[in-house]
């Protein structure tokens, strides 16, 4: 065997030092790898204003949307013999079950840790589901 003291194959020369530094023989081991700090850290909690902006204008592009859905529903009883009050009623009913709905679909989407817990939840769905039992039973009225 060969002795493992002496090295007779390619070695690679030791890099030339940069301006201002002094040289660093290969041999020398180094005993501290350089530390560098990361940039600061940005941690998103939560929605910011830009969401609730954003899911404002959605829910405000929906009740426009609304709206004209109850014009709607109101003509269509109207047509069906139903008194002009109670098609009127019952179009409202229909646009107060929609906003909640969708009230409750849009906080949903914006912040779910939030904005689902039966404390937010549970008045807009019961709200929506008693809109909705009025809207058919104004809507029968004649």
């Given at each position: 065997?060969?002795?493992?003291?002496?090295n007779k194959g390619f070695t690679i020369p030791a890099p030339a030092?940069?301006?201002g530094q002094p040289a660093v023989p290969m041999t020398t081991p180094m005993t501290s790898l350089p530390i560098t700090t990361p940039g600061p850290i940005v941690v998103i909690d939560g929605p910011q204003p830009r969401d609730y902006a954003i899911a404002g204008g959605v829910l405000l592009v929906l009740l426009i949307a609304f709206f004209f859905a109850k014009k709607a529903y109101a003509n269509h009883l109207a047509l069906k013999r139903i008194s002009?009050?109670?098609a009127n009623a019952a179009g409202w009913w229909l646009f107060i079950f929609l906003t909640g709905l969708a009230?409750?679909?849009v906080l949903s989407i914006l912040d779910h840790m939030k904005f689902l817990t039966p404390m937010f939840m549970v008045p807009l769905l019961?709200?929506?589901?008693?809109?909705?039992?009025?809207m058919f039973v104004t809507g029968r009225r004649s």
């Open positions: 065997m060969a002795d493992s003291t002496q030092p940069a301006k002009t009050g109670s009230t409750a679909a019961v709200i929506s589901l008693v809109a909705l039992i009025l």
